[in-house]
Each structure stands twice: as structure tokens, then as C-alpha cells.
């Protein structure tokens, strides 16, 4: 499954693709989304980088991108924000962190040196959740 255009819902403050089967990349418009609350986008199949624009989420309270493909270095204004952040078990390069918490990202077995991972093979997606408030 590929990743919903969603990119007119400017409004969106709740955004879940939980287990959806998604083989795509995380689409740099998510970033426009300046009222987003929470951003669930676990356990899915994402691969490629976290895209850079998702560091101007200024009112995101939760970031799930756990369980994933994603590689590449995570951008340092993720690395340094407050909130509830978990990333753990992608694909990761780079230096990770000293500890594998720091404030309250999470990086369990995100880094890794091999190429390869294993997701859950699923069926059907176990939750789809889209909130949009307003135009």
C-alpha cells in the first residue's frame, strides 16, 4: 500500500497509519501539518530517510515511527526535541546516541549495520485513524 494523499489536510491535528502495510517513504508535506497533535505511523513497512520538514511540527506531542524500514541519519532537530518520541527498530546510520534514551526519544535497536530487518507480515491493517478539523 502506498502512502494516502493527504497533503490538502492542512488542518489534520491527529494522524495514525498503525500497521497499514505501507511500503512507501514518509511524505515531506507531513511537515506542513502545523496543527498536528500525534503522528502514528508504526509498524508499517516506511523505508527511506525521516523526512527534514517534519522538524517544523512545532505542536507535535507524539511521534511514532517505530518498527519501520526508515534509514539514513534522523535529523537533529528530531534528536533534540522534548516530546515523546520513539523510533526504535529501523534502520538507522550514523553515530546513534550515547544512551539509547535521550530526553524522551526512544532508538532501541535503531541502528543497525546490516541492510535487512524483519517486519510483521500481516494481512490487514489493525488500525486507520484520520482526524481533520476544519478546511
Do not use: H
Request: hydrophobic share 30%.
Amino acid at each position: 500500500m502506498s502512502f494516502p494523499d493527504l497533503q490538502d489536510m492542512k488542518n489534520m491535528t491527529r494522524l495514525a497509519l498503525r500497521d497499514c502495510l505501507i511500503t512507501d517513504q514518509i511524505p515531506p508535506y507531513l511537515g506542513e501539518m502545523k496543527k498536528l497533535k500525534i503522528l502514528d505511523l508504526s509498524f508499517n513497512r516506511l523505508t527511506g530517510k525521516i523526512p527534514e520538514s517534519l522538524q517544523s511540527l512545532d505542536s507535535i506531542d507524539y511521534m511514532f515511527l517505530n518498527d519501520n524500514l526508515l534509514s539514513g541519519e534522523v535529523p537533529k532537530g528530531i534528536l533534540n526535541w522534548k516530546e515523546n518520541v520513539d523510533l526504535s527498530y529501523n534502520n538507522f546510520t550514523g553515530s546513534p546516541p550515547s544512551t539509547c534514551q535521550q530526553n524522551d526519544v526512544n532508538f532501541v535497536s535503531s541502528y543497525s549495520s546490516s541492510k535487512s530487518s524483519t517486519i510483521k507480515n500481516e494481512t490487514e491493517p489493525k488500525f486507520y485513524f484520520v482526524e481533520y478539523n476544519g478546511a
